[in-house]
């Protein structure tokens, strides 16, 4: 049976990541920790610890007092929150990856950590963006996920820490807002379609991106997790990706459904050069051949999920 900390579980991903988890493995097997004491509320099913990721000893108390054998570390200062204060998103991705590794290390567990899109630079290819290529990026937030990448597989070859990781596009969710990303506007869109039945857009038209919507993110999680390692070629980090789509793209599925939606472009100049250096879609098929990578969602079936469980939050007065 696995014990598992979840550290970052307030986040986007780590908000769903737990009752995920938590129903695979059983409530108390899996810990919540996460540095925002609101967060207590809201992991009532299991065990929730407050921490903050760079306290190396109350993170190693935590994995000593649950026996934990396994670490998903989901805590990160995304994309563009990480270009207003460059030293602070190394302090606390590099920080919390340290001391997940270190901890894993000395209390033999496996860890989880995603890398992102954003570990990809200008000079890599832009489109079917191999999974080995040049890694040149130009964002402090991709400098830490190259860097995360290369402490994984350092740790796996030098100490036999069990370390793996994806490599993920923008995540779209209903659960808890993403912020700060360059992404986002995929997930925010949603929201000005339903309440404002309009959308000013950061990205301009025509920027490509990868996508996934939230459910296949969590299998990804489980499945590279549970893949036999004898079939891992690769370990830190593999591309994953489920869609790729431009603004104007999302904006007419959601019009389809809602036909008096409008959006209108005011364009980000940081966000902008972010997506900009980032690929077009990614070639995920190490993912497919290795670990039997799969992904169900696209954006016509996405965009029906979201709408629904959007709609029924704001109906339901649960959103204003
Ligand atoms: N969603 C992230 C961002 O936009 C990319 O991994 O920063």
């Not at 934990?68 to 200062?77: E, G, K, R, S």
């Not at 079917?128 to 994984?152: A, F, H, S, W």
Request: charged fraction near 20%; hydrophobic fraction near 40%; glycine fraction near 8%.
């Amino acid at each position: 049976m696995k014990n598992i900390l979840v550290v970052g579980a307030g986040g986007q991903i780590g908000s769903e990541l737990v009752p995920h988890l938590q129903k695979i493995y059983g409530n108390s097997n899996v810990v919540a920790a996460d540095i925002n004491t609101k967060c207590a509320d809201v992991f009532k099913d299991g065990p929730f610890e407050l921490l903050d990721a760079l306290d190396a000893q109350k993170f190693a108390d935590i994995v000593k007092k649950y026996k934990i054998d396994t670490i998903y570390n989901m805590v990160a200062l995304l994309s563009a929150t990480g270009e207003k204060n460059p030293q602070l998103a190394w302090k606390i991705n590099m920080g919390a990856l340290m001391n997940s590794l270190e901890i894993a290390r000395e209390f033999n567990c496996a860890v989880f950590t995603p890398s992102s899109i954003g570990a990809f630079g200008p000079n890599s290819p832009k489109d079917n963006t191999p999974q080995d290529t040049i890694m040149r990026p130009t964002t402090i937030y991709g400098i830490c996920k190259v860097t995360g990448e290369m402490l994984g597989d350092y740790y796996f070859q030098k100490y036999g820490v069990d370390t793996r990781s994806v490599r993920f596009p923008g995540i779209i969710s209903n659960v808890t807002l993403p912020g700060g990303g360059t992404t986002d506007y995929a997930v925010e869109i949603y929201y000005g379609a339903i309440q404002q039945k309009h959308y000013v857009c950061p990205l301009p038209e025509g920027t490509y991106l990868d996508m996934m919507y939230m459910p296949d993110a969590l299998d990804a999680c489980v499945q590279l997790m549970e893949a036999d390692p004898s079939k891992l070629k690769h370990r830190n980090s593999f591309n994953v990706t489920a869609m790729s789509f431009e603004p104007s793209q999302i904006y007419a599925a959601i019009k389809k459904r809602i036909p008096d939606f409008t959006m209108e472009y005011d364009v980000d100049p940081v966000k902008k050069a972010i997506a900009d250096s980032w690929p077009n879609y990614m070639d995920d098929s190490c993912a497919r051949e290795e670990w039997g990578w799969n992904p169900k969602w696209n954006l016509e079936t996405m965009t029906d999920d979201m709408l629904k469980v959007i709609g029924e939050k704001y109906k339901a007065g649960l959103l204003k």
